[in-house]
């Protein structure tokens, strides 16, 4: 296994092409784009991607850098209603965070912003940053250096809030799994937590007693205006026919009573599980999840009720159910989704999960790992690349698509540093992997980042060139 610093292993390229018109439906999909070659694991077949970058999107136009903003990074120019903390605000026809002071906001994280706990990578740490202040502080520059003014979930946040000048941070509280974990029945899958027949507890009797209790932690930060919002769970198992997974659960189990209390209620006592409709299924998971929203973002504003609930972190084929996002709209403030297997995002998907939620859409979780950077790459759900450089220009893509969406205040970056091989506790998702910013011995991926500054520091300039595009 490659540890060195980063180095460039491939003189190839992208070249420039004339795209066709591409599915997608953003306003830059006719521009001049760049063919990246990309794959979805190591051995399997390379596919060219059609990619934007800036430049070629722009061609020629400059966009300066972002000036005038507030200590958070907001637009002091443009303004609403300032509440000291966190909100969200539609201004025409484009969904905005704002920031404590009340200027328009859009966030740019990085998830995992954490020291590693090996032997090789705690020599490199003391080698470069010393304490863990002096690390917080660096890695505080190195983020906002390159335009990012966020932490996303599982970041050491009591240290990095601890720096003279902090980012805005998230918290994620993991109310499910928690409660699963002191319940029993739960297992460790890549990622996230396994619960029995993809079965969430949301019916126990005892799970909304437990969250209110849970959520007392959340007090301590109420009055911290450095603090975006709470995500509640990360990628529950919620599938389309749920309905069918509780009522193949053990008699005795809460699951399987409430299933068929709410299946007879709807269709008759006399209802069997072969008469179940595909509309049923639809009904009882939207049932579910408003159930979960319902008691989770209760107990959350009941403790902490100047933040935003930032949901649960919706992944996978969840992302295509329209009930799902319906159950979350009377709770959450803003949706968290966590988004692979698309290279560009998609405009009508996005669309759905604003207009079924009636909020704001934040992605918390996409990335590209690079051959070129010695690890194996064969575990977590990005794309595989070639080069750092194409690491860096799917960076440049995604984000323009996201820029794009006038639903999306945000995006977190999966992840800060490197995955260790020679972590033997790492989720079975992280163990070798290239999904950093920086290598596992705190060396920066130069053309990566320059790719993240490039977006980052002109974001709100891009959004007003974007929007005059579309006005043209």
């Known amino acids: 296994m490659n540890f060195l610093p980063y180095k460039t292993k491939s003189a190839w390229f992208p070249r420039l092409i004339t795209a066709l018109p591409c599915v997608v439906g953003l306003v830059f999909a006719q521009e001049p784009t760049l063919q990246v070659e990309v794959a979805t694991k190591p051995g399997s077949k390379w596919m060219i991607m059609e990619t934007q970058s800036l430049a070629g999107l722009t061609k020629g136009h400059t966009i300066p850098e972002d000036k005038g903003l507030s200590r958070y990074g907001g637009l002091t120019s443009r303004r609403e209603k300032a509440t000291g903390f966190f909100h969200t605000a539609k201004v025409k026809d484009r969904w905005w965070l704002v920031d404590p002071e009340g200027c328009l906001f859009l966030h740019r994280g990085v998830t995992s912003v954490t020291r590693l706990n090996t032997t090789g990578a705690r020599t490199a740490f003391e080698q470069k940053y010393q304490t863990a202040v002096g690390w917080a502080e660096s890695t505080t520059t190195l983020l906002r250096d390159h335009g990012f003014n966020g932490l996303g979930a599982w970041t050491d946040t009591e240290q990095m809030r601890a720096v003279k000048q902090p980012l805005v941070y998230t918290k994620i509280w993991n109310f499910m799994s928690a409660y699963g974990k002191k319940r029993g029945g739960t297992h460790q899958k890549p990622g996230h ?280």
Not at 198 to 205: E, L, S
Not at 232 to 259: I, M, R, Y
Not at 391 to 409: D, I, Q
């Open 193 to 472: 937590t396994g619960y029995p027949n993809d079965c969430i507890f949301v019916f126990d009797p005892e799970f909304e007693t437990f969250c209110d209790e849970h959520a007392r932690q959340l007090a301590k930060h109420r009055e911290d205006p450095w603090l975006l919002g709470h995500f509640s769970d990360n990628e529950l198992p919620l599938k389309e026919d749920a309905l069918k997974k509780f009522l193949a659960l053990p008699e005795t189990d809460p699951g399987h009573q409430a299933a068929w209390k709410w299946l007879r209620e709807r269709r008759g006592e006399t209802i069997t599980a072969k008469d179940i409709k595909s509309s049923d299924q639809s009904a009882f998971l939207e049932f579910m999840m408003e159930r979960y929203f319902r008691i989770v973002g209760s107990a959350i504003k009941k403790h902490d009720p100047n933040h935003l609930y930032l949901g649960s972190r919706f992944h996978g084929r969840a992302l295509r159910l329209p009930e799902i996002f319906r159950a979350a709209a009377k709770h959450v403030d803003v949706v968290s989704i966590n988004y692979y297997h698309a290279w560009t995002p998609d405009a009508k998907r996005m669309n759905m999960w604003a207009d079924e939620s009636k909020k704001p859409i934040i992605i918390t979780e996409w990335y590209a790992k690079g051959m070129d950077s010695g690890m194996k790459n064969t575990s977590g759900a990005g794309w595989l690349v070639k080069t750092q450089q194409d690491r860096g220009l799917f960076y440049e893509n995604f984000t323009l698509g996201l820029l794009e969406s006038k639903n999306c205040v945000g995006w977190h970056w999966f992840k800060y540093i490197d995955n260790d091989p020679t972590d033997a506790k790492a989720d079975p998702s992280n163990t070798d992997s290239n999904k950093g910013m920086l290598s596992n011995r705190y060396e920066p991926y130069p053309p990566l980042l320059q790719s993240m500054k490039t977006i980052n520091v002109r974001a709100y300039g891009i959004i007003d060139w974007l929007d005059a595009r579309k006005n043209e």
